[in-house]
């Protein structure tokens, strides 16, 4: 199984701001999901914003094909995932690694 960066979030204070920096900067085009959250729609690897403290580095999501399954293996391995969440890309688990490096697991809606 190939694991790849599938998907990546930069967190920022004011979700509005951000978009119109970055659709100035990059010329990415946003859809709002919600009051937290807005798609990037035309990037090459699915990118988003979160409402948050702002990023030192992007939250980074490597896909899956079976999120339960890899959440699981977290889990015999040491580390420890939380909640497996859902949203209109696909669901999502923000895991640790046995040494508590931070990073998620994304399986496609796809």
Same mark, same amino acid.
């Given at each position: 199984?190939?694991?790849? #960066? ?5 967190? +920022?204070? &004011? !979700? /509005?701001? %951000?978009?119109?920096f970055?659709?100035? =900067?990059? *010329? ?28 030192? #580095? ?5 896909? +899956?094909? &079976? !999120? /339960?399954? %890899? ?5 015999? =391995?040491? *580390? ?15 895991v ?10 994304w399986?496609?809606?796809?």
């Amino acid at each position: 199984m190939a694991v790849n #960066l599938g998907y990546y979030t930069l967190s +920022v204070r &004011d !979700l /509005d701001r %951000a978009a119109a920096f970055y659709t100035a =900067l990059f *010329g990415w085009e946003f859809v709002r999901e919600h009051d937290t959250y807005l798609h990037a729609g035309n990037t090459a690897v699915p990118t988003g914003l979160t409402v948050g403290e702002p990023s030192v #580095l992007p939250n980074l999501y490597y896909q +899956v094909d &079976d !999120l /339960d399954a %890899a959440v699981e293996l977290v889990g015999k =391995l040491g *580390g420890r995932a939380g909640e497996i969440q859902e949203s209109k890309t696909g669901r999502f688990a923000v895991v640790h690694d046995d040494q508590e490096t931070c990073f998620s697991l994304w399986q496609s809606a796809a």
